[in-house]
């Protein structure tokens, strides 16, 4: 279970959320909870997850070298830890989940050693889509 906490990564005291980003983030991680809580109940084995990458403010996600329209500053983006890729590949067999917990995944190509889910589609409309 990913709570606010592990999303804000302590960055919400260099610039406190807004009421519409907390709520963002509360939509988001619940979505991504129920995913996750199918992906753990049907690989009990696999290994725990962890934010990576969560709430950035401007300031944070220039520093990162993240993309100026980042889903991650308005707090509808989150990159979970993958190391063996077996969340992304996961991910990538039940895009039926994706849809039913209205989440879209970036393309493992494009994310080695992470997961990136967002609760908001991008432009492509694919639920599995490249950046």
Known sequence: MITLDDYWMGRD???????QLVRNAEELL???NLLLSMYFAELPAAPRTRVTSGYRPPAVNQR????TRSNHRICKAVDLADEDGGLDDWCMQVPHLLQAYDLWLEHPDATPGWCHLQSVGPRSGRRIFYP
């Open 64 to 67: 990162v070298g993240g993309a």
């Open 13 to 19: 005291k260099i610039e406190p959320p807004t009421d």
């Open 30 to 32: 619940q979505r991504v």
